[in-house]
């Protein structure tokens, strides 16, 4: 359309390609989808990564005074997370007794859930505790066939629960989705158990052992940062640090450690 050209050339301040068939570049993009979901070996020499169009995440309550107020959007997996991915977080019941969690899953980018899209939910029994407040771990897993895995695991007793959300998945059969599933299994490490993880903790420890006053600060400052990022969960930004790391170490080793 010429309107939509003449808009593209004042904000861009060059003219726009004309000469593709919208089409062809539509079914190309559609194929390209299609082979990535397959994972067909045609984009085998191609990198080519997909992204969660929307946040993913759980009702929780926030604390007012004395009181609990529910209706509140918690995210897991946060849009435009490169997928597949699995990501976990601790929730605690908000009552000393309470012997139930209920996780309702919902899809959205408010932080109200009554603005989001409610997908299911996941329940599970937790020990009647008055001394402390229990808790449990809370995972999904999300794939780029649009299935997402819901792990509920209960901290002081490890009795778990477990929900598979189709909805934004499409028409699939029950082999696909245990292929998925099984798949997916593959991610579920926390990046604190990463073998890559493990061993940056481990120079940055012991540059901390060789290193003297200042030095020691400094260290104790990356592993500080190091921990953020791996409470962050997210891979693509740990793998940039790690890069940082493991250099400033090497400079550091060179010219500070006597």
Known sequence: ?????????????????????PDHVVALGAAVQAALVAEDA?????????????????????QVGQHFRPGYFAPLIERNSIIPTSREQNFAVVTLGQEELRFAI???????IMNNLYLGEVKVRVPRNMARAESATVRFTYD????????????????????????LAGEMSDSDIKAVLAKMSKV??????????????????????MARADGRQWVTQMLV??????????????????????????DFEAHHVT
């Open 1 to 21: 359309m010429a309107a939509v050209r003449a808009f593209a050339r004042r904000k861009l301040r060059q003219f726009p390609m004309m000469g593709l068939d």
């Open 144 to 167: 780029v066939s649009g299935l997402l895995e819901v792990d509920v695991t209960v901290d002081s007793t490890g009795k778990k629960a477990h929900r598979v959300i189709d909805q």
């Open 42 to 62: 045609a984009l085998d020499d191609v990198v080519m990564t997909d992204v969660s169009a929307f946040t993913l995440g759980v009702e929780t309550a926030h």
């Open 225 to 250: 940062d190091f921990d953020t990022a791996i409470d962050a969960q997210d891979k693509q930004a740990l793998e940039a640090m790690r890069k940082r790391m493991h250099q400033a170490i090497d």
């Open 106 to 112: 919902y899809q959205g980018e408010s932080p109200l």
């Open 188 to 209: 579920k490490v926390h990046p604190r158990d990463d073998a890559a993880n493990l061993h940056l903790r481990a120079r940055l420890e012991a540059a901390y052992a």
